[in-house]
């Protein structure tokens, strides 16, 4: 499990990651006031091991994520979505779903009905922070990057 933390003022949109134990897993440097609307991941080290960015010329909000600098995933909001939220991850042919609600930012990844990770800050008294959950197995480092394209979407969802 891993805990996402804000920055108390948000400002720049930095943000840390840990493991549940407390201890950094990535650094979120935000870059949101650039025109790409752009995430920078770094390790415990500084080193940057990926990043998140808006694309412009998209129909509906579609965020690129880069790892080890090639693309590897794309999440798209979907436009139409009686029930809740729900978000697509195209991450070069193998589809996830993001399904949930805004209001209380409770939400699943699932791929081929499996869920392979939770989003929630009901688990969490600071409501600057939310845990992340990942199955055995799955690509974390790819998971974490979609749950800030997902945070990305929804406060840009807020500001408008």
Do not use: C
């Not at 500084?46 to 794309?74: C, F, M, N, S, W």
């Not at 070069?92 to 699932?110: N, P, V």
């Amino acid at each position: 499990m891993y805990v996402i933390r804000e920055r108390l003022f948000r400002l720049g949109e930095d943000s840390d990651i840990t493991d549940q134990a407390g201890q950094p897993v990535l650094h979120v440097d935000g870059k949101v006031l650039s025109l790409h609307n752009r995430l920078i991941l770094q390790d415990p080290a500084g080193r940057e091991v990926g990043q998140v960015h808006r694309k412009l010329a998209a129909l509906r909000p579609t965020y690129e994520i880069t790892i080890a600098g090639q693309d590897v995933a794309e999440v798209r909001k979907h436009l139409f979505t009686p029930f809740g939220e729900r978000f697509t991850i195209d991450a070069r042919g193998a589809e996830m779903q993001i399904d949930g609600d805004l209001l209380s930012h409770e939400f699943t990844i699932q791929r081929d009905g499996q869920t392979v990770a939770t989003i929630s800050r009901r688990w969490l008294t600071m409501t600057a922070s939310y845990a992340v959950d990942v199955a055995p197995g799955e690509d974390d480092l790819l998971i974490l990057a979609s749950v800030l394209a997902l945070d990305l979407a929804i406060d840009a969802e807020h500001a408008h």
